[in-house]
């Protein structure tokens, strides 16, 4: 066991925990913050996306100990983020959700792609969630989502001149 | 799957993490773990006591000097993708860089992780052993040279002695007229690859690499050869066959068509100007 103090969406947790627990497991059963889904615990399906220090991260592949000072965010932390509230309208509207198990982590990988690359096509798009697996919509809608996610961000950008 | 219980400690510097591993043999260096935890997940590795270097300061670092750049083995694959780091093959590593796994896995694995795990499919082993360059490896006893060559042994296997930590990466410039280029089949975005070649070209040195066939990632003597005489056509076909058939463990007829393939693709980009 390790006593370990992180900042989660901006609150300071102190927690003492076993070595060997993921940080999905962590933020799921010992901070109820339950946006954070467990797919494969092997890296392959994306669904476990936060951010650690700012950094996409699978969760499933960090150890709790791991972030013991760092600051990590997950989708429960992003309400007020706007790229994120455009992706939401985005999923929303382009019905890029059925059954929602896939959709935390594809909103984390959309986010960092906008945030990388603003004006991303659709080649970009899918490339960028490759790494993110869907058993329910065939991607098409989620694609078309961020696309309109992009468009939006850049249209209100151009208005308010920024 | 969850893992076997282990325990981990952070260390601050090369020294204390030498010592740390020194003074158990049952722990391992904890990199970006992005190999490491899958491994552990689904309990395919157990490791008592976990080391993290991943926060060792002077195992981020890059420099270059005017005939070669260094990069630290904890540098990860985003910083290369993003050009944080200086290329020694004109670009050829960044543009491979973007090809690993995905952008959460690529901002947390790191080079000298991809190299010490070894798998045969894997890209940075192909693509340093076609650059020609040397691991830095430091252990108890201070630090040694390792040609690419020498470090990759097999499958998940190389020369790494217990509690040595490969510190950084010594890769040779291209000159400026060398063309390089990694191309990668897979079939899936950010898969491992089911055929990996690194080819490099200059007016006198021509190297060509191929990657996951067989348990390591081998130069193709043959055909390197072919190309730096600027051969082409059926004798260099019959050059990158030998090669293959040389370090396929069985006689696959879609395999050696694959890699052939590939390997044809990938020179093809190089000696075309
Ligand atoms: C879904 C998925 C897809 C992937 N796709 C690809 C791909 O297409 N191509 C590819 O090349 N890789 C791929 N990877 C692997 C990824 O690139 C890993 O980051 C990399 O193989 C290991 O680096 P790491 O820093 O995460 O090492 P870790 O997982 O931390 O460590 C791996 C091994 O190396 C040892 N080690 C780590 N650093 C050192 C060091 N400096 N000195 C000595 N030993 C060390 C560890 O003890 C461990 O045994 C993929 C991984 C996943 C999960
Ligand atoms: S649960 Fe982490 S990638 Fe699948
Ligand atoms: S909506 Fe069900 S897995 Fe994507």
């Known amino acids: 066991m390790t006593m370990v103090n992180l900042t989660i969406n901006d609150k300071k947790v102190t927690c003492d925990i076993e070595d060997r627990t993921n940080l999905a497991d962590f933020l799921r059963d010992t901070c109820n913050l339950t946006a954070t889904h467990l797919g494969c615990e092997h890296g392959a399906c994306g669904a476990c996306g936060v951010l650690v220090d700012g950094t996409l991260t699978r969760s499933c592949l960090k150890f709790a100990v791991q972030c013991d000072a760092r600051h990590v965010t997950t989708l429960e932390g992003l309400d007020q983020d706007a790229v994120m509230n455009a992706l939401r309208e985005g999923f929303h509207h382009e019905h890029g959700l059925q059954c929602g198990f896939c959709t935390p982590g594809m909103l984390m990988a959309a986010r960092d792609l906008l945030l990388r690359h603003p004006n991303p096509d659709e080649q970009d798009i899918r490339e960028a969630l490759a790494g993110n697996l869907c058993r329910c919509t065939g991607y098409a809608g989620i694609v078309r989502a961020v696309a309109r996610a992009s468009k939006r961000l850049s249209d209100s950008k151009i208005k308010s001149g920024g | 799957m ?207 690499v191929l990657g996951a066939a067989g348990p390591r990632a081998r130069i193709l003597e043959n055909a390197s050869m072919s190309m730096a005489k600027n051969i082409n056509g059926a004798a260099l076909d019959q050059a990158i066959s030998t090669d293959i058939a040389g370090m396929l463990p069985e006689d696959d007829a879609y395999l050696k068509h694959l890699h052939a393939t590939n390997v044809k693709r990938a020179i093809n980009e190089v000696m075309t100007p």
């Open chain 2, 2 to 208: 969850k893992p076997a219980p282990f325990s981990y400690a952070r260390a601050r510097s090369l020294p204390e993490a030498l010592a740390m591993l020194g003074a158990d043999a049952q722990s391992l260096p904890l990199a970006g773990g992005q190999s490491l935890a899958p491994m552990l997940n689904l309990r395919m590795t157990i490791c008592e006591s976990l080391v993290d270097i991943g926060a060792i300061a002077e195992l981020l670092v890059a420099s270059e000097t005017n005939d070669h750049v260094t990069i630290g083995a904890a540098v990860t694959h985003a910083m290369i993708e993003d050009g944080s780091v200086p290329d020694p093959a004109h670009g050829m590593m960044r543009r491979a860089a973007q090809k690993i796994a995905y952008r959460a896995i690529r901002c947390h694995g790191t080079i000298g992780g991809s190299v010490a795990m070894a798998d045969p499919a894997a890209d940075w082993p192909c693509i340093l052993l076609a650059l020609d360059a040397i691991a830095l490896v430091a252990g108890a006893s201070g630090e040694r040279r390792v040609p690419l060559d020498r470090l990759l042994v097999g499958t998940y296997e190389t020369s790494l002695q217990q509690g040595e930590i490969i510190r950084a990466f010594e890769i040779p410039k291209l000159p400026p007229d060398a063309r390089a280029t990694t191309c990668k089949i897979n079939r899936k975005t950010g898969a491992f690859a089911d055929s990996i070649v690194t080819a490099v070209h200059n007016g006198q040195k021509s190297r060509v």
